[in-house]
């Protein structure tokens, strides 16, 4: 190239420097004949490319200061593991500092009370839904859609329902919305994406000068000018905001939408638009609806909340996490709205409520009985027996009466058996195994 390129970087890189497409037209290709696929010569580009000399005696321990063309090779020296800064967490192991992490979602699931809720934990220093949060943390939240009166009306119905008072969160809470203050990081031109840096600068300054240590921004899509589907496009916008939350040395939160989904249970790459999202962020996390069969299974069928599984599929830095639950609880404000606030749920566990002396019992019902195994023999089904004894119903319930009946034969109280029936054939039944003992 002709040097434009670099003497823009080592001056700052200013709003006027050559762009994408512009750099490409200044690029000098090497000259070859059309028949002729050869390299320059080994000489020429040793010509063209200097490495910076060492003394081999000195390789394993590289100058403390580096010239801007002394970056390899590096030798390796091993250290103590225990002198490794750990990795600076700042919420649960989401969210890390100098990173970018992605919640994506289906609309209308939850994702913007969920993010609430946590902000709000950060800024108070309270575990509202079970995560640990780093101490004294200032949040700045910039929701993109939602208006003032809406964001107050959430984040209040939140700190109502989590017992969040106003002294809790005063000066680490910062809320924005792109209703009054649009945010636009780039834009795509004839010429390829722009970058725009007076917005990154500004958003630097802000965070720098609050001290903010965690920035939520809601949603990604509102917050650029370029095709999401892209994915060169996205790549440099995802990229951008890497080099904001290392730069200020905070954690970014980027939320997404999900493509549809036609019914089928989301991962964090069913986000809307390019892959590239992802790729940029060191932690990931997909939020999905729980359906009308899972309530059945859980037992709150008749719970008009909405029920919603919480899974880090993507986790670069830590374990991939198993999924967690939040539900939906209606707020009441004093102004007469209702407003729905994420909770911590847990599933159900199979024996909840489920005693030794009531195993005993069934055993007692069953003794000498012979009911069948399969759940599809009608009244003669073991399940009746159990869903008798403990007081559930074998519609409902069926589902955890199966699990029930299968873990007793696992540990031996009840034991399968091969009974002939009235009708003369050999069918799977079940009798009593090891008797329990209170």
Known sequence: MDGTFDNWVDSGCPDDGP?????????????????NYDFPSGDQQANDVRMPSRDPNTFDHPPAVRTRGDFLPTG???RDPSTIPPWPWVYGQHLIRKQVSVTVAPGGVGK???????????????ELLGDWTAPNLKVWIYNLEDSRDELDRRIIAAMQHHNVTPGEI???????????????TAVQ?????????PEMDALAHEIEVRGIDVLVIDPFVSSHQVGENDNGAIDLVAKEWARLADRCNCAIELVHHTRKTNGEEATTESGRGASALLSAARSGRVLNKMNDEMKAEAGVQDDPATYFAVTRD???????????????????????????VAEVWEWPDTFDGVTVKNLLSVQHAIEEKHPRYSDQAGDDWAGCIVADVLGMDTSADRKRLKRIIETWLKSGALVKVQVRCEDRKERPCLEVGKWATE
Do not use: Y
């Open 19 to 35: 762009s994408v497409a512009g750099q490409m037209n200044g690029m000098r290709m090497p000259r070859r004949d059309q028949n």
């Open 76 to 78: 390796f020296a091993w």
């Open 112 to 126: 913007s009370s969920l993010t609430i809720c946590e902000v709000l934990a950060m800024a108070s220093g309270h």
């Open 314 to 340: 993507k986790a670069n830095l830590a374990p991939v996490g198993k999924r967690e639950w939040r539900r939906m609880a209606s707020v009441h404000l004093s102004n007469g709205d209702s407003v729905g």
């Open 189 to 197: 031109t004839r010429e390829g994406v722009q970058i725009i840096k």
């Open 170 to 184: 005063k000066g680490k809470l910062f809320v924005d919305t792109g209703r009054e203050r649009a945010l636009s």
